[in-house]
C-alpha cells in the first residue's frame, strides 16, 4: 500500500502529457483459470524525457499492482501511474431514447491509465505493457456422434469427436488479433482424511482397505495449448 502510495504521488508534479495510440500493434494474452495474463505493444512518441503517458482501453479489471512497462531494449521505466475517469454508462447496460428502440449498450473500453514514464530518447518507440486481468475465461466442448446400429450391432460403429475451445471476454475492452496461450490445470482433489471414529477399520490384506488409508494429495498440473489462430 505504502509503494502504491508513492506511485500516485510521483504524478503530482507537472509533465507532458501525450497519449499513446489507442491501438497496440501486438496483443498476447495468457488465459488462466482464476487470472489472466495481458501483453501488449502501444505506440508512444515522447516529447520529453518525463511524459505522463495516457493509455486508453486498459480493462476496468486489470490489477494494476502487477503493471509492468518496457520498451525497445528496456529504454522506458515506469515512475508512476494512475486510474483515469471512465465516462459514465449506464449500470444497466440498456440504453433508451425518444423515438428509438431499447438496445444494449456495450463498454467500449476507453478508460484508461496514466503512467509517467522515463525514456532515454525522445522518439516515437513501442512501449510494451504486461498486466494481469479478471474476466477471460475459456473452456473446451466436445461432441460425440456414434454412427452405426448401435441397438443391433449388425455394422460396425464408427465414432466422430468433434471439439471446439470456447473463449469467454467479461472484460469492458476487446482484444483484435490477439496471440492466445491457454493455460489449464488438473481439478485440485483433496487428500483422504481417513475413516472418523465411528468407522470400523478393515484388516490391511483387505482389498478395501485403501479406502480407509489417507491418499496423498495429487499434483496439479498446469497444462498449456498455443491457438495457432489470431482471436478476435
Not at 495468457?30 to 512518441?45: D, K, Q, W, Y
Not at 494481469?132 to 446400429?149: F, K, M, N, P
Not at 469492458?172 to 481417513?194: C, I, K, P, W, Y
Request: aromatic share 6%; with cysteine.
Amino acid at each position: 500500500m505504502f509503494r502504491l502510495f508513492i506511485l500516485a504521488a510521483l504524478l503530482v508534479a507537472s509533465a507532458p502529457v501525450v497519449r499513446a495510440e489507442p491501438e497496440a500493434t501486438e496483443i498476447a494474452l495468457m488465459i488462466g483459470p482464476t487470472r489472466s495474463v495481458v501483453r501488449e505493444m502501444r505506440s508512444v512518441a515522447f516529447t520529453a524525457r518525463v511524459c505522463d503517458v495516457v493509455f486508453e482501453g486498459i480493462p476496468a479489471t486489470a490489477d494494476l499492482a502487477t503493471l509492468q512497462v518496457g520498451g525497445e531494449r528496456q529504454g522506458v521505466r515506469l515512475l508512476g501511474w494512475q486510474r483515469e475517469s471512465a465516462p459514465a454508462t449506464p449500470s444497466s447496460g440498456v440504453a433508451w431514447r425518444p423515438g428509438e428502440p431499447l438496445r444494449r449498450e456495450v463498454p467500449d473500453g476507453r478508460s484508461g491509465v496514466r503512467c509517467r514514464l522515463e525514456s532515454t530518447s525522445l522518439r516515437t518507440r513501442l512501449v510494451e505493457l504486461v498486466y494481469q486481468v479478471e474476466g477471460l475465461a475459456w473452456r473446451a466442448d466436445y461432441e460425440v456422434t456414434i454412427r452405426g446400429d448401435v441397438a443391433n450391432h449388425v455394422e460396425p460403429l464408427s465414432l466422430d469427436l468433434d471439439g471446439r475451445l470456447v473463449i469467454s471476454n467479461g472484460t469492458d475492452r476487446a482484444f483484435a488479433n490477439a496471440q492466445v496461450l491457454l493455460v489449464g490445470g488438473e481439478s485440485e482433489a483433496r487428500a483422504s482424511e481417513g475413516p472418523s471414529a465411528d468407522q470400523l477399520m478393515l484388516d490391511d490384506s483387505s482389498p478395501l482397505a485403501d479406502l480407509w488409508r489417507k491418499r496423498p494429495q495429487p499434483l496439479n498440473f498446469l497444462h498449456a495449448y498455443t491457438v495457432k489462430l489470431a482471436v478476435n
